[in-house]
């Protein structure tokens, strides 16, 4: 848009895209504040004011007028399954945001209207019980009256899952069909299937139930992807580590994300892991794709990492809290195999891990390989999640060269926690700061899409204020962080788990041109605000990759969803929630300041003479 005060000239240092007239947070500390920014060539050229970028402003520049709005760097998801959400977003109704069950079924009859024979309805993560005013789940009887018809699977968490008679029979599911390890069929009085699967405590009987539901084929799952990144990029995200995750099979699985990659289609940078699948080849999986891959291969926007989140299965603890903790077997001898094979061969990994007991475990064998000098050896690793991590293993973890990543699991789970730990450990839930304090790197993250929602702006609020999507205070103030803090660790931090922290995370000449214009000043507004921020404008390599409101159109132009049934295409992703409002306390508040701000114009129109020298405001005694 033509701007006064910037006039195109011809110039050798020409930007292709400028920002100005902004409230710039650059996360440098050496120069945190800016008014402006110039981006050429997909790097920052120029960070500074207008006068900074006036030569930067060329026949073909893009300049865009912030309006005096907050820039912050383009956020970096620490732990999302994007490959895997990309491949089946469209085919999903979303309940992330949606604040009643009331609101939620009747989306679900809707689609189901118009769902084809043979597609199923489904409702895979996002939500929780807990955000819901009925503070509850649906019922078997609620989903076979809204679809009576058309298959229904409902996933909560990893916790259980809500099929209605037609996903029952479309599943295989009968009165012969035997629990399998770790999951339970809920049956009635005569024996059949009533339409509930629980994670008991593993989550596998979720996963292998969703499997059986029709996938995208051809170029609707590149569609499907790329429309799952411009949802993400609607939140000012940038760039993402891929935790890999249950059924995705490389190279298979990743084949989508690659074609875009070399078509120039992504507008997310991606750093991605390698996940063995199978129980028992977990070995023989990863001495092959040593063979087939390396670290860091790749460009900017697709990249590998390392390997995990499991390394193998037998490790691996799952996070159902309405479940006790489950007690693994022996699993050290496969497991040193699997890290001394990756270490050896310079490869990095991540190790999901709920609980201390997993943890305490996993760093006795990496103590054992430190002994034999494989660790620190300069492979980045770390631990996900570690809910219940203690200071001991925190210091270890130092000590091996470690690094941890911390997902907001707990804004969807945390009233579970509590009901079953208390309130004292859920106040530790993960210990943040403890981490913080011994300079651990700490990654934020979501784990999103089939536990938490993909929304960053919502584990933002939760690292910062401590409270679920239910409202519960969980974490109090000494166990919670800044906001500056909290957008370090969804910038900076995740660049540092990729090796990239000299390219990535601020806003500094020579880094890439990954920003976003807030619909909302993250540093000033409510705290409970801070959950419906949104991106107006969302700049990946100097590309424009999302804008709406006064910037809607300068985006790309992406191909229709497909197919056209998809929940995509009437309800789109995330369903955004009127701010909470103003509460009474927060009115007076405002009226007060708004009470001295008039006084303090009257007493500058009356140093002027133009007002009398005494104030016009009624009195009332009952104020006196």
Request: glycine share 10%; proline share 6%; hydrophobic share 40%.
């Amino acid at each position: 848009m033509p701007v006064g005060g910037l006039l195109a000239h011809t110039t050798d240092n020409a930007a292709d895209l400028v920002v100005r007239n902004a409230k710039i947070h650059t996360g440098d500390p050496a120069h945190p504040q800016a008014g402006a920014i110039a981006i050429r060539d997909g790097v920052i050229a120029v960070v500074g004011d207008d006068n900074d970028v006036a030569s930067c402003v060329g026949p073909d520049t893009k300049v865009v007028d912030a309006l005096g709005r907050r820039v912050v760097p383009g956020l970096n998801d620490a732990h999302l399954h994007v490959i895997r959400g990309g491949l089946n977003y469209v085919l999903e109704l979303r309940w992330d945001g949606v604040p009643t069950l009331r609101q939620g079924l009747e989306m679900l009859r809707e689609q189901a209207a118009r769902t084809p024979k043979g597609q199923w309805v489904r409702v895979v993560g996002g939500w929780s019980a807990e955000q819901f005013a009925e503070r509850r789940l649906p019922t078997v009887a609620e989903l076979n009256a809204a679809a009576p018809d058309t298959p229904v699977f409902v996933l909560h968490l990893y916790q259980a899952a809500v099929l209605n008679r037609a996903a029952l029979k479309a599943a295989g599911f009968t009165r012969t069909t035997p629990d399998p390890k770790g999951g339970q069929i809920v049956r009635g009085r005569d024996g059949e299937p009533t339409g509930m699967l629980l994670a008991a405590p593993s989550a596998l009987i979720l996963y292998s139930t969703l499997a059986k539901a029709p996938v995208l084929e051809g170029e609707d799952k590149k569609t499907s992807t790329r429309h799952f990144l411009r949802e993400l990029n609607r939140f000012g995200l940038t760039s993402a580590i891929d935790a890999a995750g249950g059924f995705q099979n490389f190279p298979d699985n990743y084949g989508t994300v690659m074609e875009l990659a070399k078509a120039g289609q992504l507008s997310l940078r991606i750093a991605y892991h390698l996940f063995p699948q199978t129980a028992g080849q977990e070995i023989d999986d990863l001495a092959r794709w040593i063979g087939m891959v390396r670290p860091e291969d790749g460009d900017a926007w697709l990249r590998l990492n390392g390997a995990g989140e499991n390394l193998t299965w037998a490790a691996a603890d799952f996070e159902n809290f309405a479940q006790p903790r489950p007690e693994l077997g022996s699993y050290e001898a496969q497991f040193e195999k699997a890290v001394r094979l990756l270490m050896e061969n310079g490869w990095g990994f991540r190790l999901h891990a709920t609980y201390d007991e997993t943890i305490r475990r996993d760093l006795a064998v990496f103590e054992k390989l430190a002994a034999e000098g494989l660790f620190p050896a300069g492979n980045r690793w770390l631990f996900d999640h570690a809910e219940t991590v203690s200071a001991d293993s925190l210091d270890r973890i130092a000590a091996l060269g470690g690094a941890l990543s911390v997902q907001n699991r707990l804004s969807f789970q945390g009233e579970a926690f509590v009901r079953r730990y208390g309130p004292g450990a859920a106040a530790d839930a993960p210990p943040i700061r403890a981490m913080l304090d011994r300079g651990l790197t700490v990654g934020g993250g979501t784990d999103a899409t089939r536990v938490s929602t993909y929304n960053p702006w919502i584990a933002l609020h939760w690292l910062i204020t401590g409270r679920t999507v239910g409202d519960l205070a969980v974490r109090p103030p000494h166990n919670r962080v800044d906001r500056q803090t909290a957008l370090a660790m969804f910038t900076r931090a995740g660049a540092t788990l990729t090796g990239e922290e000299d390219v990535k995370g601020v806003l500094r000449p020579g880094f890439f041109g990954d920003l976003a214009i807030l619909s909302e000043d993250y540093f000033t507004v409510p705290e409970p605000d801070i959950a419906h921020i949104e991106s107006l404008l969302t700049v990946v390599g100097g590309r424009i990759v999302y804008a709406t409101g006064e910037y809607e159109g300068l985006d790309e132009e992406l191909p229709p969803v497909s197919p056209a049934w998809s929940p995509v295409a009437h309800f789109g992703g995330y369903q955004a929630t009127p701010r909470a409002g103003l509460t009474g306390a927060r009115q007076a508040e405002l009226l007060g300041q708004a009470v001295a701000e008039s006084e303090q114009h009257r007493l500058w129109r009356a140093r002027r003479g133009l007002a009398p020298e005494t104030s016009g405001m009624f009195s009332d005694p009952c104020f006196l």
